[in-house]
């Protein structure tokens, strides 16, 4: 089924304790499209970059199958460019530096195409961005998911309550669900986001997993322990890709496909950060996904 | 199967979001042995009192089956006094005093028929301490198992990896592993300290869970959300017991024992949170237990 996902498709410098990349591929919207190719093509993008985005890139998302109608070229505008920084523990980032560039002028207007998406994943952006897009869909998508963070609880809370009336899955980290909900407790937290309007919540603990509320039901999927975590950038976007595109692939949505598909976001996550930018998703087989599914049961089997 | 633990059993203070208790029954061994007294009867402590710490609780530890001949009373003495204070993010405490009392000159004289204990379970001790039980067993338990801080670690290093050499399994939380093995990857810090001597290391993670590695092998338990944590205190001492009390009831020492019990101790310790000291311990039906197995299990369970 078609998946339509927004977000940023821009250059990133990345610092972590391993190495330092300058000007890499990065953006919300290429990790999630990337992500999602691996379980279906029926794929499509709204974002903007400028004349400097590489040509080859763009040509490289094609070829997976993903539909660029909607993404906008700036011809003489430079595109969106983020520098970050990792300290020994991975979880912690400081953001170097933030030029929006185009992004500062985005406005997307969806192709007629576009408009009857099946499956609609709302990428990190602003949530008044976020809502446009829902506005011009024609039919209501079966599944909307939305990544959010706490930047916009911080300067845009009103908005981000707005379109979450109007979403499904809503995917945050821990410390995002309680600043959210004002409770500590993540089943308090939980029970309160569902009265926002989402029916999942996805929490992304990094390094400790993540976790699925919905109704009284809790999903647990471990994240795998690395010997080399080289670059966490895009992890929490390569899991919705995954996430929404095994959804998308399966065409189902209820408790026993929200799991699954909370696995396979995980995994992907869990390739995406064994290198820098998108490399490692570049290289990715088929089968080396099945092969650590299995392995992600293997870890959480036990005989009562 | 005979299970010996050695920790302490003392009072403690103890100040969270949700209340304030004062000389409470504490002490890693009472935890453990309460714990472990629900999968087994053959359990023995040794631990040392002062003359103030009611009879009503030691009587309460006898009727749970757990052999106190290895209780040292001293009448004169003060038991062992901790106060501590828990934060918003109940993972992160203060303590506010330490009063050692008779802990001071505990030199551990094991009775005649604890020295021959199949298990033994190291409650967080000194290291010194710790390999005075081990050298005083007549047989090679078959097991043992060595809880730790890194208190120690900051100030008897030499004499903890000395420990380290005779025991079978270390818990120790994600921090402590990290300081242990000077490895930010659990998965490199596992292969250190399985040099060192442990040939299972359980990360022991709170509100994350646990994991267990073993070889080239990872175990993930999830750690159940609860709508109210009252009292984190003797969560991982709880934990130690369920898991050393199920293998002992059991009798085997293998991976899927091992995992097994893991999620047995994640199960303890999810009641031991739920009040505070010991109070939920002393209520919690056998019922109960395999009904939250269950929940653990359905909590990780997916289709592929």
Excluded at 67 to 87: A, P, Q, R, T
């Amino acid at each position: 089924m078609s998946l339509l996902s927004i977000g940023t498709v821009a250059f990133d410098n990345i610092e972590t304790p391993v190495g330092k990349v300058e000007r890499v591929i990065g953006g919300a919207c290429t990790y999630i499209s990337i992500a999602a190719s691996y379980f279906t093509k029926d794929l499509m993008i709204s974002s903007i970059v400028g004349g400097d985005f590489p040509d080859t890139e763009l040509k490289y998302l094609q070829k997976r199958g993903i539909n660029l109608d909607g993404l906008e070229v700036i011809k003489e505008g430079k595109s969106f460019f983020w520098g970050g920084k990792y300290h020994d523990n991975m979880n912690k980032r400081d953001t170097l530096f933030t030029e929006l560039n185009v992004l500062d002028d985005f406005n997307p207007k969806l192709p007629a195409s576009y408009k009857t998406a099946k499956y609609l994943m709302l990428g990190n952006l602003t949530p008044d961005i976020q809502m446009k897009v829902i506005k011009q869909m024609k039919k209501q998508p079966k599944l909307i998911t939305l990544d959010t963070m706490n930047f916009w609880m911080d300067i845009a809370m009103p908005s981000l309550k707005k379109v979450l009336k109007k979403v499904d899955v809503l995917t945050i980290n821990d410390e995002e669900a309680r600043q959210l909900s004002e409770e500590y407790s993540l089943v308090k937290a939980a029970a309160k986001i569902f009265k926002m309007g989402p029916k999942y919540l996805i929490i992304k603990k990094g390094e400790h997993g993540a976790m699925v509320f919905h109704k009284d039901k809790i999903f647990f999927a471990p994240a795998l322990p690395l010997t080399l975590v080289k670059d966490p950038t895009g992890a929490g976007d390569t899991f919705a890709g995954g996430f929404m595109g095994y959804l998308a692939s399966v065409n189902k949505v209820n408790w026993e496909a929200i799991k699954t598909a909370t696995i396979y976001g995980s995994v992907m996550a869990s390739f995406c950060v064994e290198d820098f930018s998108i490399n490692r998703l570049k290289t990715l087989k088929k089968g080396e996904i099945t092969k650590r599914v299995k392995e992600f049961e293997r870890m959480v089997k036990f005989k009562m």
